[in-house]
C-alpha cells in the first residue's frame, strides 16, 4: 500500500497519523471487510498448488463486516490521534456493503483468514509510520 492511493486503510491511517480530520464519506454506515496481505498470500498460494480439475474464481477476504465510522474510530484509537471525523456526501457508486463468501476457499483450500483486524491494523500503521 502507497500513503496516497486513495484506499480507505491507507488514507484513514495516513490521516491519523498526521493529526488530520478523517475523512468519512455518507454516515459511515457502509461496511467492509478487511483481509490482511498475508492471509491473501497465504490463499493464493494455496491457490496454485491445486490440481488441473479445480477451477475457480475463488473468493479471498475476511468475511467479517466492521462500518466505516467504527473503523475509523478504531484507527484513531490505535494510532493514538487527536483526528477528528469530517462527513462528505456518499458517491453514488459507493456499495453499501461489502463482504466476500469465503465457502469454496475453506472447503477447497481450507483457508481462512487468521490475521484479525486488531492485529492487522497494528502492522500497517507500523508499516505506515517508517
Avoid: H
Avoid at 61 to 69: M, R, W
Avoid at 105 to 129: C, E, H, M
Amino acid at each position: 500500500m502507497q500513503p496516497g492511493d486513495g484506499r480507505v486503510v491507507s488514507n484513514f491511517i495516513v490521516q491519523a497519523l498526521n493529526g488530520d480530520d478523517i475523512t468519512i464519506y455518507g454516515d459511515g454506515s457502509q461496511t467492509r471487510s478487511f483481509c490482511y496481505v498475508d492471509d491473501l498470500i497465504d490463499a493464493l498460494i494455496l491457490t496454485m498448488g491445486t490440481s488441473d480439475e479445480f477451477t475457480g474464481p475463488v473468493n479471498i477476504g475476511n468475511p467479517s463486516e466492521i462500518s466505516i465510522l467504527e473503523f475509523a474510530k478504531i484507527v484513531i484509537e490505535l494510532t493514538g490521534s487527536k483526528s477528528k471525523l469530517v462527513f462528505k456526501p456518499l458517491p453514488q457508486d459507493d456499495p453499501k456493503q461489502r463482504q466476500p463468501d469465503i465457502d469454496l476457499a475453506k472447503s477447497q483450500l481450507d483457508w481462512y483468514p487468521r490475521v484479525d483486524l486488531i492485529n492487522g491494523l497494528k502492522k500497517t500503521i507500523a508499516y505506515f509510520k517508517i
